[in-house]
């Protein structure tokens, strides 16, 4: 016969629990509870930042748009301003504004020429850099991305410096070797040229890195063996190189795109260097004029939200498009 030995009274220490007996459920819900709020709390900076400075305003712009400014008075200093709903007003005002669509169509001239110049340089240096002849290699990506660093504004005043025949070299040269019917860059007809020469100067090497990362990314096996094969360099560079890091040109021709259809700082800078640029150049500048120039905040943010919307359909076209060509990899 075993003896129990009672424990004293008073002792309130916890029996031992059984090896086999079932463990409670309540560590594991509150450690899967913890897991699941780890990813919002470490997102919830990005998210508030972005709630904070992107939705709100864009939700703001949005109900400006459908609003107008009524003053009520005879004009004589006591007059009242309210805000009245607008509707669509705004925006009809903005489409059938010539304004407006003179700066858009300017714009999509300006694309034109820059665009396809633009991704055509960069191509072309990001291959002769990836080619394996090509010296100096460090000190030309250095001296082609240099440019991409200089803010617009800079660069643009830099620019327009030499395109003012009083004061560039340029000019002077061309004095001297007796060329005095050169036409200045700021005239109207050329006004366009110079600002995408400007696009040009400061784009080709971002969009140029952009490539020869891709480029070396690519493994050396496939061009060896396409050398093995008697390809040329050319032949290597336009049947491999070009098809293997079509993504990376797609998607520099994409941001090439949005940034042709945002341009302000350029024209905006030379605008007091020459007569031939209006403040409704470019569509930014039209918006800018509207809600600094003119008061009017309702008819810009209506025009705001008119070049976000053309922005994306162009973008989301644009994807649509070469999406089979340039991601059909990923599928």
Same mark, same amino acid.
């Not at 309130?12 to 990813?39: E, F, Q, V, Y």
């Not at 607008?86 to 005002?93: D, H, I, P, R, T």
């Not at 098809?243 to 994409?254: E, F, G, H, Q, V």
């Not at 569509?283 to 309702?298: K, S």
């Given at each position: 016969?075993?003896?129990?030995?009672?424990?004293?009274?008073?002792?309130?220490?916890?029996?031992?629990?059984?090896?086999?007996?079932?463990?409670?459920? &309540?560590?594991?819900?509150?450690?899967?509870? &913890?897991?699941?709020?780890?990813? =919002?709390?470490?997102?919830?900076?990005?998210?508030?930042?972005?709630?904070?400075?992107? !939705?709100?305003?864009?939700?703001?712009? %949005?109900?400006?748009?459908?609003? &107008?400014?009524?003053?009520?008075?005879? *004009?004589?200093?006591?007059?009242?301003?309210?805000?009245?709903? /607008?509707?669509?007003? @705004?925006?009809?005002?903005?489409?059938?504004?010539?304004?407006?669509? !003179?700066?858009?169509?300017?714009?999509?001239?300006?694309?034109?020429?820059?665009?396809?110049?633009?991704?055509?340089?960069?191509?072309?240096?990001?291959?002769?850099?990836? /080619?394996?002849?090509?010296?100096? &290699?460090?000190?030309?990506?250095?001296?082609?991305?240099?440019?991409? !660093?200089?803010? !617009?504004?800079?660069?643009?005043?830099?620019? *327009?410096?030499?395109?003012?025949? /009083?004061?560039?070299?340029?000019? =002077?040269?061309?004095?001297?070797?007796?060329?005095?019917?050169?036409?200045?860059?700021?005239?109207?007809? %050329?006004?366009?040229?110079?600002?995408? @020469?400007?696009?040009? =100067? *400061?784009?080709?090497?971002? @969009?140029?890195?952009?490539?020869?990362?891709?480029?070396?990314?690519?493994?050396?096996? #496939?061009?060896?063996?396409?050398?093995?094969? *008697?390809?040329?360099?050319?032949?290597?560079?336009?049947?491999?190189?070009?098809?293997?890091?079509?993504?990376?040109?797609?998607?520099?021709?994409?941001?090439?795109?949005?940034?042709?259809?945002?341009?302000? /700082?350029?024209?905006?800078?030379?605008?007091?260097?020459?007569?031939?640029?209006?403040?409704?150049?470019?569509?930014?500048?039209?918006?800018?004029?509207?809600?600094?120039?003119?008061?009017?905040?309702?008819?810009?943010?209506?025009?705001? #939200? #008119?070049?976000?919307?053309?922005?994306?359909?162009?973008?989301?076209?644009? %994807?649509?498009?070469?999406?089979?060509?340039?991601?059909?990899?990923?599928?």
């Amino acid at each position: 016969m075993t003896a129990t030995v009672d424990a004293p009274r008073g002792d309130t220490t916890p029996a031992p629990r059984h090896p086999l007996a079932p463990r409670s459920p &309540k560590g594991p819900k509150r450690r899967r509870a &913890k897991g699941a709020l780890t990813p =919002w709390m470490m997102l919830a900076p990005g998210i508030v930042l972005f709630t904070v400075f992107m !939705a709100a305003p864009i939700f703001y712009t %949005l109900a400006l748009s459908f609003q &107008k400014e009524q003053v009520k008075g005879l *004009g004589l200093g006591g007059d009242s301003r309210t805000r009245e709903f /607008a509707g669509l007003e @705004n925006y009809v005002s903005t489409f059938s504004d010539p304004e407006f669509l !003179a700066s858009v169509g300017r714009v999509l001239v300006y694309g034109l020429i820059l665009v396809p110049t633009m991704l055509g340089l960069a191509l072309l240096f990001a291959l002769l850099l990836d /080619a394996r002849r090509t010296g100096a &290699k460090g000190f030309s990506r250095v001296s082609i991305f240099l440019p991409y !660093a200089v803010p !617009a504004v800079i660069s643009s005043l830099l620019w *327009g410096f030499l395109y003012l025949p /009083a004061v560039s070299p340029f000019y =002077w040269i061309f004095e001297q070797l007796g060329w005095d019917d050169v036409p200045s860059l700021l005239s109207p007809g %050329l006004v366009i040229f110079a600002i995408a @020469n400007i696009g040009l =100067w *400061g784009g080709v090497g971002f @969009n140029m890195i952009v490539m020869y990362t891709s480029l070396k990314a690519v493994p050396s096996d #496939i061009y060896e063996a396409a050398r093995i094969d *008697g390809a040329s360099e050319v032949q290597i560079a336009w049947r491999i190189k070009v098809p293997i890091i079509m993504p990376a040109l797609i998607m520099t021709a994409l941001f090439s795109m949005i940034a042709t259809l945002q341009v302000f /700082a350029e024209p905006m800078t030379l605008r007091p260097l020459t007569n031939s640029l209006s403040t409704s150049w470019s569509p930014l500048m039209f918006v800018y004029r509207d809600a600094f120039t003119r008061d009017d905040i309702y008819s810009a943010a209506a025009t705001s #939200i #008119i070049i976000a919307l053309a922005t994306f359909a162009i973008s989301f076209l644009f %994807l649509r498009v070469v999406q089979r060509r340039a991601f059909g990899q990923e599928d």
